[in-house]
């Protein structure tokens, strides 16, 4: 009998959630997505030890800064997964851009370059940037110039509706988070039909099949099997090696809960400027809590790369 996993990617493009290359070959994924959490935590693995030492003789012979250094240190992660997966692989943009237009584009412009001395094409590439008003009008640039965007810590309709209308190939509604603010402010437990992350997700993959949109849905940070499951059908699910191994482990049907043609209860068509949205963002509490919130997660793990690459060039 087919396991879990097996039966989720006939109906859904699965990514790996991770840097590490050897959970990656085991579970055969799609595309695979990093964050500055996932680059941090893989440069500190004896196998990837090499790359991180690329970074830094690189770094050293053009008297580069550490942010320039974790930019390459980034790449060569991303084009050693690209020699793995067939699809896609997301790269992020520094987590202090996330509200500099010109900043975010202009750091996306130089990863995808550096991607392409390496013979990595654009295609091959997405880039990963937080779903502020700021990032998303970002993308809107960088999409027209043929360079995909993956928006990130998305967390309610508006950032998925504003994204929609910013052209974004693909958007990563954070389940697991979504989760979480709930479980706190309530103090109440959620089975997977009643988790409000899974709920988020269906609803934005309602109204983007109801109204047209071509960007994808990619649920992300999950917390439990039972979340992926409720999602099965979803465009793309990027989870994490651990739950990979718990699907690859379990058999049983696995029926598909999102359909395209099922958009009865599709949400009415938003029309969003940058006033609206920032209103519609600031009296959702959870999203413009768990946005804010994700951004300095990130920030903070990317000043930690950057202090470790710092002591390693004057060493």
């Not at 699809?87 to 991607?115: C, M, N, P, Q, W």
């Not at 997700?201 to 649920?219: D, E, F, L, N």
């Not at 409720?230 to 990979?244: E, K, N, V, W, Y």
């Not at 809590?289 to 920030?299: D, M």
Request: hydrophobic share 45%; net charge neutral.
């Amino acid at each position: 009998m087919p396991s879990k996993l097996d039966a989720l990617k006939s109906m859904t493009t699965v990514v790996a959630d991770t840097g590490d290359m050897e959970a990656i070959g085991v579970f055969k994924p799609t595309d695979c997505t990093t964050n500055p959490t996932l680059i941090l935590k893989a440069a500190q693995m004896p196998a990837y030890a090499h790359l991180v030492d690329e970074a830094i003789v690189w770094g050293k012979a053009h008297h580069a800064v550490a942010s320039q250094v974790c930019d390459r240190l980034a790449v060569n992660f991303g084009a050693e997964l690209t020699r793995i997966v067939p699809g896609r692989v997301s790269t992020e943009v520094d987590a202090d851009l996330s509200f500099d237009i010109e900043g975010t584009v202009a750091k996306a412009r130089h990863v995808i370059a550096d991607y392409a001395a390496r013979g990595v094409g654009r295609e091959r590439v997405l880039i990963k940037i937080a779903a502020t008003w700021e990032g998303i009008q970002a993308a809107r640039i960088l999409q027209k110039e043929n360079i995909d965007c993956n928006l990130t810590l998305l967390f309610s309709l508006a950032q998925a509706a504003a994204c929609a209308d910013a052209g974004v190939f693909l958007i990563s509604p954070f389940v697991g988070r979504i989760l979480d603010w709930h479980m706190k402010a309530t103090g109440e437990t959620y089975t997977s039909e009643t988790d409000p992350g899974v709920r988020s997700v269906r609803q934005i993959y309602s109204y983007y099949k109801a109204h047209g949109v071509a960007t994808v849905v990619m649920g992300a940070s999950f917390r439990n099997a039972g979340e992926i499951e409720a999602l099965a059908g979803c465009d793309r699910l990027t989870i994490s090696p651990q739950l990979l191994q718990q699907l690859s482990e379990a058999q049983g049907a696995l029926p598909r809960r999102l359909d395209p043609a099922n958009t009865a209860d599709a949400p009415a068509k938003l029309n969003l400027d940058e006033k609206t949205f920032r209103f519609m963002l600031n009296e959702d509490a959870m999203a413009s809590e768990k946005l804010a919130e994700g951004i300095r997660l990130f920030a903070r793990d990317l000043r930690d790369l950057r202090a470790m690459v710092s002591k390693r060039l004057v060493a």
